[in-house]
C-alpha cells in the first residue's frame, strides 16, 4: 500500500542537519493544489515559547529549492489522476 499525498496535508520531520539557531527545528512538505495539479512546497517549523512559558510551533511555507534549476518554480508538480482525454486510457466497457 502506498501513501498518497493530499492537497492540504503535509508532513514535519525533526531537522538533524540543524548548525545554527535560525534554522529550522522541523522541516518537510506541504502538498497543495494549484490550478488542478498537485504540487510540492518546503514546509518548516520552529520551536518557540510564549510568555507563559507554553509551547508552539511557528510554520512557514515556500517555494521548495531545487538546485540546478536556472530559474525558480512554483513547485514540483506530482503525478496526478490519469485524464480521460488521455489516449492510453480507454474506459469503455465493449458490451
Do not use: C, H
Amino acid at each position: 500500500m502506498s501513501y498518497e499525498n493530499k492537497p492540504g496535508s503535509g508532513v514535519l520531520f525533526p531537522n538533524t542537519r540543524k548548525t545554527a539557531e535560525n534554522q529550522p527545528d522541523y522541516t518537510g512538505s506541504f502538498y497543495e493544489s494549484v490550478g488542478g495539479n498537485v504540487i510540492e512546497r518546503r514546509i518548516a517549523g520552529w520551536r518557540r515559547l510564549n510568555s507563559k512559558g507554553g509551547e508552539r510551533i511557528n510554520v512557514q511555507v515556500s517555494d521548495k529549492f531545487e538546485p540546478n534549476r536556472s530559474q525558480p518554480t512554483v513547485g514540483r508538480e506530482l503525478p496526478g489522476p490519469v485524464k480521460s482525454t488521455d489516449k492510453a486510457f480507454n474506459d469503455e466497457i465493449p458490451w
